[in-house]
């Protein structure tokens, strides 16, 4: 529409222009409109260069459209745009899913001999591709060879990081879960971001000046299990760990309190398959079940049920503890997920509007608990680190009333 405006006001649109509005498209998922904008510009002469054609890859990639983003790569050649790190990164992970897993190790080949340094999320899209087409000794194989890689570039400029042993004392103020060859596991608590959780680990003493990388986020509300990567982006640490959470390979349990008739008796399983759509909306993000979205599976499995009696003893409202296990990483996955089949977090402000009032009055925010992750450190070793429930949704669950298999 805006561009729409843009033309009856004559305004004449540039590279600039056009290329804002091909990663709207691209955040959007709308590979059609992006690709329509990019026939737009080559007939009216408008340069095209990486970014353009990154941003398109990338909305094909969104769109499952892997066909569409390799004719696009063909067409950055015959136009003589070479292809920075950015557009590979865009052509594997478009390239990730079905048949054409192929393609994305070609492509992460072709990565690694331009661009040396480690690049551990495109080397998660590639295992994603070979675990879905269930190769998984050429997963392997491609994983333990690049790890020697890149621990060899490390000796350039000093010891690899697995040989380095730092200690921490626990002046960082947080509770430290565990502590392995390449990663830190914190626990996080309600209130606080990973950014803030980052720089509170940083001024750790026993840090002794080395990098910490952030690899993955919890919410500022959400408790739990935080994992911190010792090493800077190039790092072979911090890549390792990327990789992991980029393939699917980590595994993730989250604890939650939902709201709605219960979703079955004890032990009870499901999942949730729906693709998901951010839309950024004021600056805030809100995440809808969209045929344009995402791929996104959520297993949950029935813990404990719960309701709320009023004065005389009647009961007024339900609620089940669910385990939850995100299988593909979107954000607010879990939320959106349970939210879309009737069953939002209690006091969840995004997704729970209708009873966020009456809800945040015993449960003072969303009660989303990360509970398990389970990962290897950067020596091929498992650990599984493990965060019990926050004292606050404790106090929150002993303000229900329990029943059913398994209540005690």
Known sequence: SLLGDMAIGRVKMDNSICNAAVSACEKGGEWAKALGLLIYMAANYVAMDKTTFSAAVSACGKGGEWVRALHLLGDMAARHVEMDSTSYSAAVSACQHGASWQHSIALFEDLCCKFPEPAGIDLGSVLNACREASSWALAVALMEREVARWLALEAFSGPALHEQDPHFAGDSGLQILAQRRGFIAVFKPPGISTDKIVV????????????LECVSRLDSW???????????????????VLAQFAGRLVAKTYHCLCSGIGLGSFGSKALISAPLLAVVDN??????????????????????????DDVSGMQTESFSLVEAKPITGRTHQIRAHLASV???????????TQAFAVDIRWCDRAFLHCSR????????????????????????????????????
């Open 283 to 308: 600056t805030k993000s809100r995440v809808y079940v969209s045929e344009l979205g995402q791929e996104a599976r959520t297993l949950i499995q029935v813990r404990a049920s719960y309701c709320m």
């Open 200 to 211: 509170q680990l940083h001024s750790a003493r026993s840090l002794d000046g080395q990098k």
């Open 222 to 240: 959400t408790s739990g299990v935080l994992v911190v990567a010792l090493g800077s982006s190039k790092s072979a640490s911090a890549n390792y």
């Open 342 to 352: 009737g069953r939002p977090l209690v006091s969840d402000p995004a997704y729970a």
């Open 373 to 408: 992750i389970t990962l290897q450190d950067i020596g091929g070793e498992l650990c599984c680190v493990e965060a019990p429930l926050a004292p606050d949704l404790l106090s929150a669950l002993r303000s229900l009333n329990r029943f059913g298999a398994g209540a005690r």
